[in-house]
């Protein structure tokens, strides 16, 4: 069935150095969607891509989506501490409902 | 605007016991969802609704049964509770562009 990988599973990061999480799915995705957790809160939507090779930014972050729609990056530069949390992306199967990758927990050591 | 509203946030329960999990919204959205989350395995969907009378089962159902009879509630019950079934539970609904809004989540302990 349906499935969206995600890697890494934990990174670990000085402040101030850059962040990178995969999301990679077997199969064409219409769109593509970003999470952010917070420690002990919910998952709260960042941002959606759709166009194949699309790229979004959020201040120092950056969204990409691949030319395949197979595959999509969040990018962040310089960390802050504020960036700590989990991000998951979230996929769409054939019923359009959405799962959810496995997600990447950062940890930002100040 | 309150948004997805889910009670209770934390729960204890003995093995055997029931109990239901409530979650509202007041956006009027048609779809609504019921997820667990356990260290490592990310958000895993149990069940969902895509419209009130409306429930379909998700990845991980077994265990757990849902109804949706108005369209802003969407109720989660455990009839016989397991340790297994120790999680976050998180309910969320979605607007017709697909973003999910997410309750604050449910903390669950089976003993």
């Known amino acids: 069935g349906q499935q969206v990988m995600q890697i890494p599973q934990y990174q670990h990061v000085q402040e101030g150095e850059d962040f990178t999480t995969y999301c990679n799915s077997s199969t064409t995705l219409s769109n593509i969607q970003w999470y952010k957790q917070r420690p002990g809160g919910h998952p709260v939507f960042l941002i959606q891509?759709?166009?194949?090779?699309e790229v979004k930014k959020q201040k120092r972050l950056t969204f990409q989506f691949g030319e395949a729609k197979k595959n999509s990056s969040l990018h962040i530069t310089a960390t802050q501490t504020t960036d700590v949390g989990t991000y998951f992306c979230a996929g769409p199967n054939t019923g359009n409902q959405f799962y959810f990758g496995t997600g990447t927990s950062l940890t930002v050591i100040p | 605007n309150a948004g997805v509203t889910q009670t209770p946030k934390f729960r204890v329960l003995k093995t055997g016991q029931s109990m239901t999990l409530l979650c509202a919204q007041d956006?009027?959205?048609?779809?609504m969802y019921w997820y667990r989350q356990d260290p490592g395995m990310g958000l895993r969907l149990i069940h969902y609704s895509v419209g009130e009378g409306t429930t379909a089962k998700g990845e991980v159902p077994d265990g757990y049964n849902v109804s949706r009879l108005k369209k802003q509630n969407f109720l989660l019950g455990l009839e016989s509770a397991a340790p297994s079934q120790t999680s976050v539970y998180f309910c969320?609904?979605?607007?017709?562009?697909?973003?999910?809004?997410f309750g604050s989540g449910t903390r669950l302990t089976v003993v």
């Open positions: 956006m009027n959205h048609e779809y």
């Open positions: 891509l759709v166009k194949s090779g």
């Open positions: 969320a609904s979605r607007r017709g562009d697909g973003r999910y809004t």
